[in-house]
């Protein structure tokens, strides 16, 4: 016999958790989760970015939509002491040499 599924509610940007290397889905401030080594603290993040990693817990960080913006009121992201730009290339190859 054929077991039934609750069919699951569609989840909204705002409910879902980023990881670094994901496409930002919406401009807005984000919570970032980081491990034990820091608080939780927020970013502004502009759309078709991408979530920057920690230079610390590196991809452990983890990005929640607190809420959004419009492109023209955000400021966008800037490298700070704890967090990076996610490289367009997260594992280049060695340079043959």
């Known amino acids: 016999m054929k077991q039934l599924r609750a069919k699951s509610k569609p989840r909204t940007i705002e409910d879902r958790r980023f990881?670094?290397?994901?496409?930002?889905?919406?401009?807005?401030?984000?919570?970032?989760?980081?491990?034990?080594?820091?608080?939780?603290?927020?970013?502004?993040?502009l759309i078709n970015s991408l979530f920057p990693r920690c230079k610390q817990?590196?991809?452990a960080v983890r990005f929640t939509l607190?809420?959004?913006?419009?492109?023209?009121?955000?400021?966008p992201f800037r490298t700070t002491a704890i967090l990076e730009e996610y490289p367009d290339d997260p594992?280049?190859?060695?340079k043959a040499g």
Do not use: F, N
Request: charged share 25%; net charge neutral; hydrophobic share 30%.
């Open 57 to 59: 817990c590196g991809d």
């Open 19 to 45: 990881r670094p290397g994901d496409s930002v889905p919406a401009s807005g401030i984000y919570y970032i989760e980081h491990q034990p080594h820091r608080l939780m603290h927020t970013a502004t993040l």
């Open 91 to 94: 594992d280049p190859l060695p």
């Open 66 to 75: 607190v809420r959004k913006v419009q492109d023209w009121r955000a400021v």
